[in-house]
């Protein structure tokens, strides 16, 4: 599965080239266009978020009615749980400072983002996004839906996984 990265920031949808964020427009707009060209999944990196404002959350809201989305956002736990709220699946840089056990009822909507020096069993997330993958990783996560980005360097790997995230043209 193809998966579409956007970056949110002041309600407006980016796509990353060359190190530098070029503007996409209304993401709601683009949501839509994703929607038709057959894509059931969007992950969004939210610019704001990560800077502790939730400037972005009526966005999320919206998005959820038209397309599944994946939202980083940071380790804001009351942000996390208003996106849980919506059915967004909340993407969580892995080890966690926080206690994702609370939210054991809602497993399937967690991801994490594992790097490469991850030791943990990822148990407490339903899907897994490996940053920089690894042969070992792919193995000891065998079973698990895997994530892995489109620039990942080893092919064989990619064709293991369950989704790729790719940046869209603008």
Same mark, same amino acid.
């Given at each position: 599965?193809?998966?579409p *990265?956007?970056y ?5 949808a980016?796509?990353k080239?060359g190190?530098?964020?070029?503007l996409l ?10 929607k038709?060209?057959g ?8 610019i704001?978020a ?14 959820? $009615?038209?397309?599944?989305i ?12 208003r996106? *849980? ?19 054991k009822?809602? /497993?399937?909507? !967690? ?6 020096? $991850?030791?943990g069993?990822?148990?407490?997330v339903?899907?897994?996004? !490996?940053k920089?993958?690894a ?5 000891r996560?065998?079973g698990?839906?895997l994530? *892995?980005?489109?620039?990942c /360097?080893?092919?064989?790997?990619? /064709?293991?996984?369950w ?6 043209e603008?």
């Amino acid at each position: 599965m193809r998966i579409p *990265l956007i970056y949110l920031k002041d309600k407006q949808a980016f796509v990353k080239r060359g190190g530098m964020l070029r503007l996409l427009g209304n993401p709601l707009e683009i949501a839509r266009q994703f929607k038709k060209d057959g894509y059931i999944l969007l992950h969004i990196s939210d610019i704001d978020a990560a800077k502790g404002m939730e400037t972005n959350f009526d966005v999320f809201d919206k998005l959820t $009615y038209l397309i599944n989305i994946e939202v980083e956002c940071g380790e804001k736990e009351h942000f996390m749980e208003r996106l *849980l709220a919506v059915k967004a699946r909340v993407v969580v840089g892995l080890p966690s400072k926080l206690d994702l056990g609370k939210w054991k009822g809602q /497993k399937r909507l !967690l991801v994490g983002m594992i790097g490469k020096d $991850y030791a943990g069993t990822a148990e407490e997330v339903y899907d897994i996004i !490996l940053k920089e993958p690894a042969a070992e990783q792919v193995a000891r996560f065998s079973g698990r839906r895997l994530i *892995l980005y489109d620039d990942c /360097k080893t092919k064989g790997i990619k /064709k293991k996984a369950w989704g790729v995230i790719f940046s869209p043209e603008p």
